[in-house]
Structures are given as C-alpha cells and as structure tokens.
C-alpha cells in the first residue's frame, strides 16, 4: 500500500529530523585525570570542542571539551563564528593539554598551544562566551 504523497514527505522529514547528527571522527581512549598528552589540533567541532592526534589516523585522536572556555552552541548566536575562530587559532597547531573529568564521550582539558591556554586564546580574539557551562 503506498502512502499519499504528503505523508510520505512528513514521514521522510521525521526519518531525517530524527536522525543523528554526523559524529566528530575522534576514537582514541580517553586520558584518565591529570594525564598529559599531545599533539596537533586535527579536527574543530564547534567553539569549545576539538581533537587532538598524533598522527593523521582518527583512531589516535582524542576528543577535548576544552575546559577553561564556554563558546555558545552551533545553533546559537555566536556559534558559528566561535567554531571559525577555534579553527583559525587552533587547527593544525600541535596542542599540549591536560586532561580531567570525562564529559559525556570526551575528556575536558585545559589545552595549550604555543604557551597560551586555549581559552585565553579565543577570549583574546573577541570570541564571546556563553555556552551551557556559564
């Protein structure tokens, strides 16, 4: 039996609504408490989150909430351009950071590159906080 045509589209359009959303490619083993570990910046999520590898294999990588900032989400104002920021300050750059409490499938650490925490970096370029962690 085939459906009308407009409740095949609201049945498509809840397939696709429901679906989840493309996950970030980190699949490394989360450092425990205190660990240090290190390496480039290989992937940007949104403005506080990213992962850091190695080596170009995203089995190696790590995902980080970075700790010591809180960008608005994608979906707020601000969002965005707190993601484009992070990229340009922080993509490709070797990052050393410190790791603490696991949230969710990530570990939140306090990242540095060059010296500079990484939320110092992004307060340093303009980017307003405001996530769900204020």
Not at 27 to 36: K, S, T, W
Not at 48 to 76: H, K, M, Q
Not at 82 to 95: D, H, N, Q, S, Y
Request: hydrophobic share 40%; charged share 25%; aromatic share 6%.
């Amino acid at each position: 039996m085939a459906l009308p045509p407009v409740l095949a589209a609201a049945v498509f359009l809840c397939v696709i609504a429901a679906s989840p959303a493309a996950a970030d490619p980190c699949e490394a083993p989360l450092p425990r408490n205190g660990e240090v570990f290190a390496g480039q910046v290989r992937y940007v999520g949104d403005g506080d989150g990213l992962c850091v590898g190695p080596s170009s294999d995203p089995a190696t990588w790590i995902e980080v909430r970075v700790a010591d900032f809180y960008a608005p989400e994608l979906n707020e104002p601000g969002g965005r351009e707190a993601k484009v920021t992070l990229e340009r300050i922080a993509k490709g750059r070797p990052a050393k950071c410190i790791a603490g409490h696991r949230s969710w499938d990530r570990v939140v650490a306090v990242c540095e590159i060059g010296g500079r925490s990484v939320g110092d970096m992004m307060r340093a370029a303009g980017v307003s906080e405001g996530g769900r962690g204020r």
